[in-house]
């Protein structure tokens, strides 16, 4: 059973299309996460939500818009595509106030912007 | 402002050749230091925790130790499946607001290890 899993695993898309990539976690967690992992492999948090509620939003442009319909999902939808936003999106999850393990990671996606 | 920074970014070593990965941090508060292992493709992989200065964890071939500035993980006889970028991310005390779970990573350490 994957623990979390996020599709698809390769985004390939115009500049100026509107795309999205899913999350689901199924180890009961609170909290689900969206980081960007650029080419240097730098990871930086996008958002963050607690039992659907949105807790972080980083400095993030309005085109990305996170989507959580319960605590298991987590959705990035991102409008307007940019060469920019090319990197591989990770969604991760973590039980709410433990520190013991931090996140467990899905296997990414990597979006290309053509 | 909150900062992590590993070295070396790269590091090549041969089977066998023990050696360490360095990650310094500043942070206001630690909540928290974090290793992790990614392998090309996939997701991050946690590998330890560290709360206080003068906590050591180890697991196999690793070995991570923390001070109040900086965190290593030491790599005892290593394998060439132990070739992967290792992660460092700190967690930090958010008085307020409550601990929101960010962490903040490191630009990673790539270790190839040679048979």
């Known amino acids: 059973d994957t623990a979390v899993s996020q599709t698809p695993k390769y985004l390939v898309t115009q500049m100026g299309n509107d795309k999205s990539i899913k999350c689901e976690q199924n180890l009961g967690h609170d909290t689900m996460y969206w980081y960007k992992q650029d080419s240097k492999k730098f990871l930086k948090i996008m958002f963050s939500?607690?039992?659907?509620?949105?807790?972080i939003n980083e400095t993030v442009p309005n085109r990305f818009s996170p989507k959580s319909p319960d605590k298991a999902h987590l959705n990035l939808h991102i409008n307007s595509l940019e060469l920019g936003d090319s990197a591989v999106y990770f969604c991760a999850s973590s039980p709410y106030g433990d520190r013991g393990r931090g996140y467990t990671f899905g296997s990414g996606t990597r979006l290309t912007v053509v | 402002e909150d900062q992590v920074t590993q070295s070396p970014e790269a590091l090549r070593l041969q089977e066998g050749e023990s050696s360490s990965l360095n990650c310094s941090y500043t942070v206001s508060g630690l909540r928290g230091l974090f290793w992790y292992r990614q392998d090309p493709g996939k997701g991050p992989e946690f590998l330890f925790t560290?709360?206080?200065a003068g906590e050591e964890k180890e697991k196999e071939r690793l070995k991570a130790t923390l001070t109040k500035k900086e965190s290593f993980l030491h790599i005892t006889a290593p394998k060439p499946e132990d070739s992967a970028t290792y992660l460092c991310a700190v967690q930090e005390i958010r008085h307020g607001s409550g601990n929101t779970g960010k962490l903040i990573f490191g630009q990673g350490t790539t270790l190839q290890v040679k048979p």
């Open positions: 560290l709360y206080s």
């Open positions: 939500y607690n039992n659907k509620e949105l807790i």
